[in-house]
């Protein structure tokens, strides 16, 4: 079983923001994937369901975003889980707009959810990092990540939400690879073979496909989970 979650902010005031593109991948995935009704549970909006024969637990913490491993500890605790158990969906200002990663482990860097998650769980989870873009300046973070999305992002967000909802199952059973091929092929489809240009063999479905690796040392990987 894995407890997949999407970070955001409560609330109307922010649904649309940039920072909540996690809450809007799990919206999706449950719409898409006939999972039920949200519910008040672990201090966050829950929709348990499958994917096929894989159990999941779906969760936005309600808690906002500073506190969101309140939430995600609750969760974990309740279903006697572990680090490794969970997924987290979140946005990242160090990611072109429309890029995807998927990771495992690694330091938050400054994202204020995953400050949280790491103070109750540790660092070793795996992420899906959705890219925002950076507004320029460090100090222009925080009001950027709180604005909307403008319509002009409108047609890749579309697709980057469709693609992590495809690539869901494969979420679901810790294939990183295979979720990030759902994703390209939403972002960058195949080109039909008229229009292919000659000597281009590359498959759009490989795309931003490979995982990251965790080349750390041992000592950075200590320092990453204290940072």
Not at 119 to 124: K, N, Q, S
């Given at each position: 079983?894995?407890?997949?979650?999407?970070?955001?902010?409560?609330?109307?005031?922010?649904?649309?923001?940039?920072?909540?593109?996690?809450?809007?991948?799990?919206?999706?995935?449950?719409?898409?994937?006939?999972?039920?009704?949200?519910?008040?549970?672990?201090?966050?909006?829950?929709?348990?369901?499958?994917?096929?024969?894989?159990?999941?637990?779906?969760?936005?913490?309600?808690?906002?975003?500073?506190?969101?491993?309140?939430?995600?500890?609750?969760?974990?605790?309740?279903?006697?889980?572990?680090?490794?158990?969970?997924?987290?969906?979140?946005?990242?200002?160090?990611?072109?707009?429309?890029?995807?990663?998927?990771?495992?482990?690694?330091?938050?860097?400054?994202?204020?959810?995953?400050?949280?998650?790491?103070?109750?769980?540790?660092?070793?989870?795996?992420?899906?990092?959705?890219?925002?873009?950076h507004p320029g300046h460090k100090d222009a973070v925080p009001g950027y990540v709180l604005r909307d999305f403008p319509k002009a992002d409108e047609a890749w967000l579309d697709d980057v939400i469709r693609g992590c909802s495809d690539g869901a199952p494969h979420l679901a059973v810790g294939d990183g690879a295979k979720f990030m091929n759902a994703v390209a092929l939403r972002v960058a489809p195949p080109r039909s073979s008229n229009t292919q240009k000659k000597g281009e063999n590359t498959k759009a479905s490989e795309v931003e496909a490979a995982p990251e690796l965790d080349n750390r040392s041992p000592i950075q990987k200590l320092m990453d989970r204290f940072s």
């Open positions: 079983m894995k407890l997949i979650v999407g970070l955001g902010n409560p609330g109307q005031k922010y649904a649309r923001n940039r920072h909540n593109i996690g809450f809007m991948v799990l919206d999706r995935i449950a719409a898409d994937h006939g999972f039920p009704t949200w519910k008040s549970k672990h201090q966050g909006s829950v929709s348990e369901g499958r994917f096929g024969s894989t159990r999941a637990i779906l969760l936005k913490p309600e808690t906002y975003m500073n506190k969101s491993g309140d939430s995600v500890g609750a969760a974990m605790r309740f279903h006697k889980l572990e680090p490794e158990d969970v997924i987290v969906l979140h946005d990242e200002i160090d990611l072109a707009p429309g890029k995807v990663r998927w990771k495992i482990g690694g330091g938050h860097a400054g994202h204020n959810g995953l400050r949280s998650v790491h103070a109750h769980i540790g660092a070793d989870y795996a992420r899906v990092r959705l890219g925002v873009g």
